[in-house]
């Protein structure tokens, strides 16, 4: 992968899905796999179960100083695909940047000009793993870390089972992996330093 100032990634689900847990997971995997500079700002609008909420996260190899909430970002993650027909997820979504998207639907299903779709049928798969239908927030990491190269599945299976200890860590591990395998990649890997800044 190669260097960027910083990337931005930011996280769209419904409240209950575990998108903050998500970008925490993926915060703490960043930060070990060499990205010093860590923020995550939750976002909140109403709160509760099943209203949209967004995080955003910024990952970089030096500390980061701007805590503001994304609103151009490299990554957005959709874990719940029906969201985009409530929210404009893509609001801001730089050019050669990547879109991950939890649908049982191919990437080209979502194709937009200059931008890398990635998508993955999280509940289905997180169901096979042995999660409750809906919980979808370590299967939408794998299919993250199958889109880019931020960091590798060992690193994201020791992470996920240190955060989920006592609570499913092997069945959100499996989902994690399942999803890695099971992701469709438009465009192949993202990149970067293929994002217009």
């Known amino acids: 992968?190669?260097?960027?100032?910083?990337?931005?990634?930011?996280?769209?689900?419904?409240?209950?899905?575990?998108?903050?847990?998500?970008?925490?997971?993926?915060?703490?995997?960043?930060?070990?796999?060499?990205?010093?500079?860590?923020?995550?700002?939750?976002t909140f609008g109403t709160e509760r179960r099943g209203a949209p909420v967004i995080t955003s996260l910024k990952i970089a190899r030096h500390k980061i100083y701007d805590l503001s909430v994304i609103e151009e970002?490299?990554?957005?993650?959709?874990?719940?695909?029906?969201?985009?027909?409530?929210?404009?997820?893509?609001?801001g979504l730089r050019d050669g940047g990547l879109l991950v998207i939890n649908t049982p639907f191919m990437p080209e299903a979502y194709t937009r000009d200059g931008i890398h779709v990635a998508t993955a049928d999280v509940n289905s798969i997180a169901s096979q793993a042995g999660l409750p239908y809906g919980v979808v927030n370590t299967g939408i990491i794998g299919a993250l870390a199958r889109a880019t190269a931020i960091f590798d599945t060992d690193m994201l299976s020791r992470v996920i089972r240190e955060e989920f200890e006592g609570r499913r860590p092997h069945e959100n591990v499996k989902a994690a992996l399942l999803t890695f395998d099971n992701?469709?990649?438009?465009?192949?890997?993202?990149?970067?330093?293929?994002?217009?800044?």
């Open 1 to 42: 992968m190669q260097e960027q100032d910083i990337i931005e990634i930011r996280w769209h689900g419904r409240g209950g899905q575990g998108a903050i847990t998500a970008a925490k997971i993926v915060a703490r995997a960043a930060f070990e796999s060499g990205y010093p500079g860590v923020v995550m700002i939750p």
């Open 73 to 91: 970002p490299d990554i957005v993650v959709v874990l719940d695909h029906l969201l985009l027909g409530e929210v404009d997820v893509g609001a």
């Open 183 to 197: 992701t469709r990649l438009g465009g192949g890997v993202w990149d970067p330093g293929n994002v217009d800044r």
